[in-house]
Nanobody, 118 residues
Framework: QVQLVESGGGSVQAGGSLRLSCVAS????????MGWYRQAPGKQRVLVAS???????NYADSVKGRFTISRDNAKNSVYLQMNNLRPEDTAVYYC????????????WGQGTQVTVSS
């Protein structure tokens, strides 16, 4: 079991930026990948960005060119830099961990709210 604690959410105007942080209670190199999901009201939780141990990254089409995922293994941390935010980015953002040998994300943080106003 791992604890994931997100921070950095808040309210910004469209065009603004936020940086989300996720700190894990265990060495994140023990996981196949780390990811950021988001869930807007009335919608399903969707993967926004992911990063593997070899720093291979993947992004949802809706955030490509605006969001950047990164990791600091020494700090057991994963980050999501969000630039040029849009009202449709408003959601609760969750940090998640994909265990070795698994194809799904099984460990989750509590989420952090991001609100973008027009």
């Amino acid at each position: 079991q791992v604890q994931l604690v997100e921070s950095g959410g808040g309210s910004v105007q469209a065009g603004g930026s936020l940086r989300l942080s996720c700190v894990a209670s265990r060495n994140i190199l023990n996981f196949n990948a780390m990811g950021w999901y988001r869930q807007a009201p009335g919608k399903q939780r969707v993967l926004v960005a992911s990063i593997t141990g070899r720093t291979s990254t993947n992004y949802a089409d809706s955030v490509k060119g605006r969001f950047t995922i990164s990791r600091d293994n020494a700090k057991n941390s994963v980050y999501l830099q969000m630039n040029n935010l849009r009202p449709e980015d408003t959601a609760v953002y969750y940090c998640a961990a994909q265990r070795l040998g698994s194809w799904s994300y099984g460990d989750w943080g509590q989420g952090t709210q991001v609100t973008v106003s027009s």
